[in-house]
């Protein structure tokens, strides 16, 4: 029984592969990897490590030391303590603004990220010489401080049951927005 | 009825088979609140939840402090670090298929990876590839 339990386990890892590596470096455990670079290949066995540079040939695979993998492992290693500091976010709302120029679009969003709104939350669809802005799922906290009327709106929306994982999605007029943006508008309009 | 019924189980069945795994584990960027971005068909989307649906052809890209993992429906683990951007050019992988032609492409054009195999690995060791800014990395079968 207990042959049979370690040969189970045994064929499980012997089949499960491990790379790891970044841009200038390729590491394997559990078996046996071709690493192809400035048309050269190289094959790096389990415990093995290539290192590669642009235009040439991958290094001759060597035994992998500790320190060679401390930059990638570090990295990982961070991830279960940072997922107990992770906060919650709570309800999220997304803003749609209305078609308005270009420009003032762009001027709108050097606002937002002055007022904190992270940029990968800020999309600008452009067509033409105009251009939609969208603020992208923002913690309904955030809104309350530059957004009370939808901040108002939006809390109605989760207030009910069926909307409380919903993302609310609001619709900012041009008139809203002129009185928001007041300065951005007189720039550019 | 009948239609509407077919109809609906072909949405449902096209919906299961566009999904090719999730993000199961991450940790967020502080600044951005999200652990990472996914170009999808000309559109970005923000992720800010775990459990996160991944499809074939997304272009995920962590943060500058944001680390993910993925499960892949042939479980394939992959963990990216930070500043790390995954496209899944490929990925051909159905349990209901009689052809057994699986194959798995991956480009990862910055950052740092860890890719533990899964039954593609296993069973077709020569379409599993992985493609970094130098290299190119495929298994021996």
Do not use: C, W
Not at chain 2, 59 to 72: A, E, M, Q, V, Y
Not at chain 2, 102 to 111: L, P, V
């Amino acid at each position: 029984m207990k042959i049979l339990f370690i040969n189970l386990i045994l064929g499980i890892s012997l089949f499960a592969l491990v790379i790891t590596g970044n841009q200038d470096k390729v590491s394997v455990q559990g078996g046996t990897i071709e690493v192809t670079s400035g048309g050269v290949t190289e094959v790096v066995e389990s415990g093995q490590i290539t290192f590669l540079q642009e235009d040439s040939a991958p290094t001759r695979a060597v035994q992998l030391q500790k320190s060679d993998l401390k930059d990638i492992q570090d990295d990982f290693q961070e991830e279960t303590i940072g997922l107990q500091l992770s906060p919650t976010l709570g309800h999220l709302v997304t803003l749609k603004f209305e078609t308005v120029k270009y420009e003032i679009a762009k001027g709108i969003k050097k606002v937002l990220l002055k007022q904190g709104f992270s940029s990968a939350s800020i999309h600008i669809d452009k067509k033409n010489h105009y251009a939609k802005l969208t603020l992208i799922q923002v913690p309904l906290k955030k809104l309350q401080k530059f957004y009370p009327i939808y901040y108002k709106a939006a809390k109605r929306f989760f207030r009910i049951k069926r909307n409380k994982n919903k993302v609310a999605k609001l619709m900012v007029r041009e008139r809203e927005m002129r009185q928001f943006y007041e300065e951005v508008f007189n720039k550019y309009d | 009825m009948f239609k509407i019924y077919l109809v609906t189980f072909l949405f449902f069945t096209n919906l299961y088979s566009a999904s090719i795994g999730i993000i199961e584990q991450g940790v967020k960027d502080k600044t951005e609140q999200a652990y990472a971005l996914i170009s999808r068909h000309g559109k970005t989307i923000i992720v800010y939840h775990l459990n996160f649906v991944v499809k074939k052809d997304d272009k995920i890209k962590t943060f500058r402090r944001s680390r993910l993992t993925i499960r892949l429906n042939d479980n394939t683990v992959i963990k990216m670090g930070k500043k790390t951007t995954l496209i899944i050019d490929k990925y051909v992988y159905d349990v209901r298929s009689r052809k057994k032609n699986y194959a798995a492409n991956f480009r990862i054009s910055n950052g740092s990876f860890q890719i533990k195999t899964g039954r593609i690995g296993e069973i077709s060791p020569r379409n599993f590839k992985i493609k970094t800014k130098f290299s190119t990395i495929g298994l021996r079968g």
